[in-house]
């Protein structure tokens, strides 16, 4: 991925990212529903920019140190992630021990929330795991390309807060395809996770020019729903009154915050300059 298309890229994110805003402000109930037009024609608009991402041929390019981007973000990164860890622990059993439901008292639902109380419980856990990853990502001074030991280690599970979180908003908001406010999450948790996978590749997997590729790809994407659609879009609903501050605070902006580590990390490895190998030799 060269510079220019980079940068296209990260620009075309911003852009979509405000139109979803105002779709979001003029065209969409409280239920998630929107009210002019389909919501397949947002799908469209975004399919175009994820086939543009992922589609269009990069340059066969190998070799190269892909450096650390945005240390002092990754620092703030990593306290935001302790915070949601706790915040999220705290949320696991409070519903536990004390159901804001009726329903959720009885006891043939005991079981379903137990099984709640697990995978939030486990988000909290991968919170903090992941807060210890962008914390050595952070105090690293050879490449991450050369990266080894705790940086791997800790990577292996840095994508787990965000799965465990798009599995719990099934049992809280109910997504589906048509309520696009309650989708949103759970395509940015899936991107999040996306990203943190292709970095790991990037510590293991060196010298793949399609690796390089494919962690530039992530880092966009997840700045596009993360960054440009899921935090603003918490902003607006909290100023609505449609969601609450821990929302904001504790998942969305941890989230952004990642998203702008992705569009750095995309940035660097555009800069990366490596040797240009022949179709054979990938």
Not at 50 to 75: C, D, E, H, M, T
Not at 136 to 147: G, Y
Not at 199 to 210: F, T, Y
Request: aromatic share 12%; proline share 4%.
């Amino acid at each position: 991925m060269n510079r220019t298309f980079c940068r296209l890229m990260l620009t075309a994110a911003v852009v979509l990212g405000l139109v979803r805003l105002a779709d979001l402000c003029a065209f969409t109930d409280a239920d998630g529903f929107c009210t002019l037009g389909s919501a397949w024609f947002r799908y469209a608009f975004a399919a175009v920019f994820w086939a543009l991402l992922f589609l269009v041929p990069g340059p066969k390019r190998a070799g190269g140190n892909v450096r650390i981007p945005a240390r002092g973000v990754l620092v703030l990164l990593a306290v935001l992630s302790v915070a949601a860890g706790g915040w999220t622990a705290y949320y696991a059993a409070s519903e536990f021990l004390f159901p804001s439901t009726v329903l959720a008292s009885e006891p043939s639902m005991r079981m379903m929330e137990l099984v709640w109380f697990a995978l939030r419980l486990a988000a909290g856990a991968g919170w903090l795991v992941f807060a210890a990853w962008c914390a050595v990502l952070s105090s690293l001074r050879e490449p991450l390309t050369q990266a080894s030991g705790t940086a791997r280690a800790l990577g292996y599970f840095a994508w787990l807060p965000f799965l465990m979180l798009a599995l719990t908003s099934y049992g809280v908001s109910h997504p589906s395809a048509h309520r696009i406010l309650y989708i949103v999450p759970v395509f940015a948790y899936v991107s999040a996770a996306l990203l943190a996978s292709k970095m790991l590749g990037l510590i293991c997997i060196s010298d793949d020019a399609s690796v390089r590729r494919g962690a530039a790809a992530s880092g966009i994407l997840c700045f596009f729903l993360c960054t440009c659609v899921y935090l603003p879009q918490s902003v607006v609903t909290l100023l609505r009154g449609m969601s609450d501050w821990q929302t904001l605070v504790f998942q969305a902006l941890p989230l952004g915050v990642f998203g702008c580590v992705g569009a750095a990390l995309a940035l660097e490895i555009s800069r990366t300059r490596g040797k240009v190998v022949s179709e054979e030799s990938v």
